[in-house]
């Protein structure tokens, strides 16, 4: 769909399908939401919540003692730290939360105590690192400073290359007297202007007024030639101010490129409603933007917020003056984790992984988005997930577009007892595996697939995570279990025959091992209307050829909207 000459740009992501019962568990997964947002203030009042319903819940404990830290109340964060560690003494989190909260209140020597024990069941947290890092510099020990920051930027060279290269410079890491100290094991520092003009203020006016709390991701492309530098993380009505953006301790831009057009480069704002990014509009003659990256609630309420904040932007295009800032481009977008993926919680212990389940959950996302009609796209996986799911709700599916994955594997009818005794004989749970280092997990990941290490470190943003050891993968071992039983080929073809809607298929260029050349084509003709686009590449075609297959998609939405 094509809003020329501005457009909304909307990134939601729902993790949470499968999430345990009971509210203070839920308000925990929602304040660890907003605070991974930068709401902390939404944070601290989600643990204050889960506290009253679960009394010494030590995730609750946690949250809040990070919240806190957030909000430079060192005191209240090392007490709630302690209070989670009497139930737990060896909860990283709260160790951490509570040597950093002692180090703003310059209590050294419990700090070093803690870290201390940080090293010995942490050792690979770059977090820790970074801990020991400052005890260091507060004693005085120079050797030990640089070997920790050592171990910090190798383990997460984009959040500490530059907090590294600022010691290297002769910089203190920390002072807490500094305003944005709370922010330093986060790797980001800001440096703050002054003065408000006009046109941030009519922002403001536009991203607060009537949008309360946050969970989804939304963002709106702004021109301007001035940026809004890091201020620290408040609640919902942050200040904003004016002036060039400073960073110091970045080395290079966490670059992101959306809609295959505007690229996002430093976080350069937050508060209650989200993040702003200052990024170039590759479209419009590299010129210098800034993109507001918005949240909401779930459910009704998320969907009431979102119908606002459109109407708001749409109200926002139609105004034209020089010091009110002018919006760009629209798309509007949700990325659903299927559950077991990415960072959605796992099904629970004594489920299994059906494929048909996940039909229901992409339905159940529609209608917690109080979408009755949308448009589907869905590559691998995802791919069949949209066919089956077009082809079952007509009525709801505007337009489909798939990448390598035009309706679900099949097995043939005599291969069933096979297909059960495999899956009883692989379903049993083993061990994970833990990678010593970041490349070594990358190297597993790559290893007898077409999968370019490029793409690879794109997975691993969402799908690899420290532990103690080393570095594992965190998508549900169950994932990869067999399935009892599949859909047979002609019942897929009877699918994807009833599919109403026009649909696009992408495909790799030779054939990828996951596509079999003979059956693919049979399913092609099945579909009544289908425009094929074959490109260079492998299974993961869309992180080679990024450009190419963005475009095929807008175009195929616009033609379709």
């Known amino acids: 769909m094509r809003f020329a000459p501005a457009l909304l740009l909307l990134l939601w992501t729902i993790p949470a399908f499968g999430a345990p019962n009971g509210s203070a568990v839920t308000a925990v997964a929602s304040g660890e939401d907003r605070y991974h947002q930068g709401d902390l203030t939404a944070a601290l009042a989600a643990a204050d919540f889960a506290l009253e319903e679960r009394p010494g819940s030590t995730a609750a404990l946690r949250l809040r003692a990070r919240a806190l830290i957030g909000l430079r109340r060192f005191g209240e964060a090392r007490k709630s730290a302690i209070d989670a560690l009497k139930r737990d003494s060896n909860d990283v989190d709260a160790l951490k939360s509570y040597a950093f909260a002692s180090l703003h209140g310059e209590a050294v020597g419990p700090a070093k105590n803690s870290v201390a024990h940080l090293l010995r069941i942490a050792p690979n947290d770059p977090q820790v690192r970074v801990l020991s890092a400052i005890i260091s510099e507060r004693l005085g020990s120079p050797k030990k400073l640089a070997e920790d920051l050592e171990w910090a930027a190798r383990l997460d060279p984009k959040r500490f290359q530059g907090l590294q290269a600022a010691s290297r410079a002769g910089r203190r890491i920390f002072d807490p007297a500094d305003p944005n100290s709370h922010l330093l094991l986060s790797g980001m520092r800001g440096e703050q202007g002054s003065g408000v003009p006009w046109k941030f203020v009519v922002l403001g006016l536009f991203a607060i007024g009537g949008i309360g709390t946050l969970f989804h991701f939304y963002g709106t492309a702004f021109e301007d030639g001035t940026v809004i530098p890091e201020p620290s993380p408040v609640g919902a ?36 409603m989200g993040r702003v990014w200052e990024g170039i509009d590759r479209g419009g003659g590299d010129r210098k933007i800034a993109v507001k990256q918005m949240t909401a609630d779930k459910g009704d309420r998320g969907s009431k917020m979102r119908q606002l904040y459109l109407k708001e932007a749409k109200l926002l295009e139609s105004l034209r003056h020089e010091n009110i800032v002018r919006l760009l481009d629209t798309l509007d977008l949700v990325c659903l984790d299927f559950p077991g993926h990415g960072e959605s919680l796992p099904r629970p212990a004594t489920a299994r992984y059906h494929f048909d389940d996940y039909v229901f959950d992409v339905l159940a996302a529609a209608d917690a988005l109080g979408w009755d009609r949308f448009h589907l796209l869905g590559h691998s996986l995802g791919g069949a997930v949209a066919s089956v799911t077009a082809a079952a709700c007509p009525e709801r599916v505007i337009s489909l577009s798939v990448i390598e994955g035009l309706g679900p594997l099949t097995a043939p009818p005599d291969r069933t007892t096979e297909g059960w005794r495999k899956a009883i004989h692989a379903s049993r749970a083993r061990p994970r595996r833990v990678h010593a280092d970041r490349d070594s997990a990358l190297d597993a990941r790559v290893r007898n697939s077409d999968l370019p290490r490029a793409a690879a470190e794109l997975l691993a943003e969402r799908g690899l995570e420290p532990v103690a050891t080393g570095w594992r993968w965190r998508h549900d071992l169950r994932l990869t279990w067999p399935s009892t039983q599949r859909y047979t080929e002609p019942q897929v073809l009877d699918l994807l025959g009833h599919i109403e809607c026009p649909v696009l298929c992408l495909l790799a260029e030779p054939r990828s091992r996951v596509v079999p050349a ?35 998609v807008r175009r195929h939405l616009d033609a379709h909207a």
Do not use: W
């Open 237 to 272: 009505g942050a200040v904003m101010t004016s002036g060039p953006f400073k960073n110091p301790y970045e080395v290079k831009p966490v670059e992101k490129l959306l809609a295959n057009r505007y690229r996002l480069d430093y976080p350069i704002g937050r508060g209650g």
């Open 518 to 552: 003979g059956m693919i084509e049979g399913r092609i003709a099945a579909v009544q209307c289908l425009e094929l686009a074959e490109l260079g590449g492998g299974h993961h075609l869309h992180m080679q050829q990024a450009a190419a297959v963005a475009a095929l």
